[in-house]
């Protein structure tokens, strides 16, 4: 199988280019070409398989150059070992008879993304190898609060890899920012940037064109990668979450085969509901995908209009890794969209970078609406819902899946839709104490990594032992850069 630019289908390259490069050349994303379908009795051949078994099957379709032994060893090792605490690793929990949650932050930083994180560097160390690569790998990660630490955590000490991850100041949750600025490793490297996600992302974004960085970098056998999304092997290990969790649907017999599911996601960069539109299109029996936004509504108008504007206030709320205005993924949504039309795609973001915004052809917005219905939930509905669903369910939740949990509500009031749904939920709540506890009626807040005990004691739910580690820990990383000087810091930690 062959990944192609999402702005130029000439420029081609194996799975383990792709992989090892992050980002195509002309600042396209690199995606495949075709999409592989699961066989007809796939999602049945899959329900009896553990959560690794099923990576396996998944991701082998994806990755041609990688044998089936070679990816064993990798999910093993991302998945087994007791980096998850729960053995299923990506739990279906039932929430009310046609609703479950699909909890995807068991993993060691308590988040969904160390479900692609903890594959990824074994897929990208293996790439190196397998392109003959010998210089050392920088990877360069912009955070709104979960992939900076998850990252951090993957590549920590990994052979010839550095890691500099940004994060906007004071645009993540305290236990975030601790979580990260305490990270222990040889290689690694954090520094918050004045301004929001966008900045820091959009800043990301220049030092990998930067033509005199790459020279600099060159001279010292470096070169640049990155472990956000825009890196098809941060995508691919979220595919298989979503097979996983129609797997454990059938299995539990919650439902039978062929049966259609919804599916809810919190997103901001696009990267988790794009995974769930993949699955989609192997064959899962997804209906619709609901796309949950907070305050920075982007993406909701975007489904609703076909107009994607930027242009528009930036909102710091209490689901902070939603914090987007631009969703770097839905240009592979776009290039779908487009069925590849690369010159399609490259005038969209020409004129997003032009003007911030763009506007898809009626053609193009049909089928967006076929696909996706979106919802957005402000700050104190969120709130709302944390403490409904505790009262009412006995279910603690965090900011991000509280807005996944009221957008749905809204999707069914309006549609009448009584799909079986599967909401994400994509992080403890513990990583954010202050906004779960004020929703829980807490008025007075305990200081530091105190307010983890306070949420614990007043709920009866333990503490995650990672974040219960942070009691322990120095902090290391205390440098702030504006977006002007990233490349800098970037210079300094490789000098």
């Not at 992989?19 to 999602?43: C, Q, W, Y």
């Not at 690694?188 to 220049?206: I, R």
């Not at 990668?225 to 129609?246: E, M």
């Not at 779908?336 to 690369?342: F, I, K, R, S, V």
Request: glycine fraction near 6%; proline fraction near 4%; hydrophobic fraction near 40%.
């Amino acid at each position: 199988m062959y990944y192609v630019s999402t702005r130029n289908k000439q420029d081609r390259c194996t799975a383990a280019q792709a992989i090892a490069r992050g980002l195509a050349a002309d600042g396209g994303l690199m995606t495949p070409e075709v999409f592989p379908k699961l066989s007809p009795n796939g999602l049945n051949t899959m329900r009896d398989m553990s959560y690794q078994q099923r990576a396996v099957f998944i991701m082998n379709s994806y990755l041609d150059d990688f044998t089936s032994f070679e990816l064993s060893t990798y999910a093993s090792k991302a998945y087994g070992g007791n980096k998850f605490d729960a053995k299923e690793v990506a739990p279906v929990r039932q929430v009310d008879p046609s609703t479950y949650c699909l909890e995807l932050w068991h993993g060691p930083t308590c988040a969904f993304k160390d479900m692609a994180l903890q594959m990824l560097p074994h897929l990208l160390t293996a790439s190196l190898k397998k392109n003959q690569e010998s210089k050392t790998v920088c990877i360069l990660v912009a955070t709104s609060g979960d992939t900076g630490k998850a990252a951090l955590e993957g590549f920590r000490d990994v052979d010839r890899t550095r890691i500099l991850v940004f994060y906007p100041k004071d645009g993540v949750s305290a236990i975030q920012e601790l979580q990260m600025n305490t990270q222990e490793g040889g290689n690694v490297g954090v520094c918050s940037v004045v301004g929001n996600f966008d900045d820091a992302q959009t800043g990301v974004k220049k030092l990998f064109s930067d033509e005199i960085l790459r020279e600099q970098l060159a001279e010292r056998e470096v070169f640049l990668s990155s472990a956000n999304s825009i890196n098809w092997g941060r995508v691919l290990p979220q595919i298989v979450y979503y097979v996983s969790a129609y797997c454990d649907l059938l299995r539990d017999e919650k439902i039978q085969k062929g049966d259609p599911i919804n599916v809810c996601v919190p997103t901001g960069n696009f990267g988790n509901i794009l995974a769930a539109y993949y699955a989609k299109e192997m064959g899962v029996p997804i209906h619709k995908l609901i796309c949950a936004s907070n305050s920075n509504n982007v993406l909701t108008d975007f489904i609703r209009t076909g107009q994607y504007d930027r242009n528009r206030t930036f909102y710091n709320t209490m689901s902070p890794s939603m914090d987007i205005l631009i969703s770097s993924n839905l240009e592979r949504m776009l290039f779908a969209l487009c069925e590849h039309d690369d010159s399609q795609v490259r005038e969209y973001m020409s004129q997003l970078n032009a003007t911030g915004m763009y506007k898809v052809g009626p053609n193009i917005q049909t089928k967006l609406s076929k696909i996706f219905a979106a919802g957005y939930c402000d700050d104190a509905q969120t709130q709302k819902v944390i403490g409904r669903m505790w009262k009412e369910h006995s279910y603690l939740i965090d900011p991000h899946t509280a807005v996944a949990f009221d957008v749905l509500d809204q999707y069914r009031q309006e549609s009448g839709d009584a799909t079986p749904t599967v909401v994400v939920s994509t992080a403890s709540p513990f990583k954010f104490c202050d906004s779960v506890l004020g929703a829980l009626g807490v008025t007075e807040l305990a200081e530091g990594t105190a307010i983890l005990d306070q949420l614990s004691e007043l709920t009866g739910v333990p503490v995650p032992a990672p974040l219960a580690a942070l009691k322990n820990k120095n902090v290391r990383f205390q440098n702030t850069v504006s977006k002007e000087h990233m490349v800098d810091k970037v210079l300094e930690m490789l000098s």
